[in-house]
C-alpha cells in the first residue's frame, strides 16, 4: 500500500503563512508528479499545485500565483506548499496527492491523504 500523510494546516490571520508538507510511504517504486488539492465547504475539489519528478515547471492555480510555492523532495518523498499572504477564501481541506508505481510492472496510480484543514481569517 501507498500511504500519503500530510501536516502542516492551521488557522492563521489573513496575510499570514503557512507550510504544509507531505510524506508518501509504503510500497513504492517510483512517484511521477505529486501536487495540492483543495476543497472549500460546498465547492467541487480544485487543484491548486503541482510538481513533476523532475521538479521543473511547477504549475499553479491562477488564484494561488505569485503567493504559493510548491517543492518536492525527492529523496524523501515528500512534497511541500509555501503558502504566503493567506486569504480568507484560500480556507480549505488541502489534499495530498502523488501519482505513484508500486513495481517497476505496475503502471501509475493516483493516490491521495486525508487532508489537512487551513483556515484563513479576516
Same mark, same amino acid.
Given at each position: ?12 490571520? #489573513? ?7 507531505? /510524506? ?8 511521477? #508528479? ?5 476543497? #472549500? ?20 492555480? /491562477? ?21 504566503? +499572504? ?16 508500486? +513495481?517497476?510492472? /505496475? ?16
Amino acid at each position: 500500500q501507498v500511504q500519503l500523510v500530510e501536516s502542516g494546516g492551521g488557522l492563521v490571520q #489573513a496575510g499570514g503563512s503557512l507550510r504544509l508538507s507531505c /510524506d508518501a510511504s509504503g510500497m513504492i517504486f517510483s512517484i511521477n #508528479a505529486m501536487g495540492w488539492y483543495r476543497q #472549500a465547504p460546498g465547492k467541487q475539489r480544485e487543484l491548486v499545485a503541482v510538481i513533476t519528478s523532475g521538479g521543473s515547471s511547477p504549475n499553479y492555480a /491562477d488564484s494561488v500565483k505569485g503567493r504559493f510555492t510548491i517543492s518536492r523532495d525527492t529523496a524523501s518523498n515528500t512534497v511541500y506548499l509555501q503558502m504566503n +499572504t493567506l486569504k480568507p477564501e484560500d480556507t480549505a481541506v488541502y489534499f495530498c496527492t502523488a501519482v505513484v508505481r508500486r +513495481t517497476a510492472r /505496475d503502471k501509475p496510480n493516483d493516490y491521495w491523504g486525508q487532508g489537512t484543514q487551513v483556515t484563513v481569517s479576516s
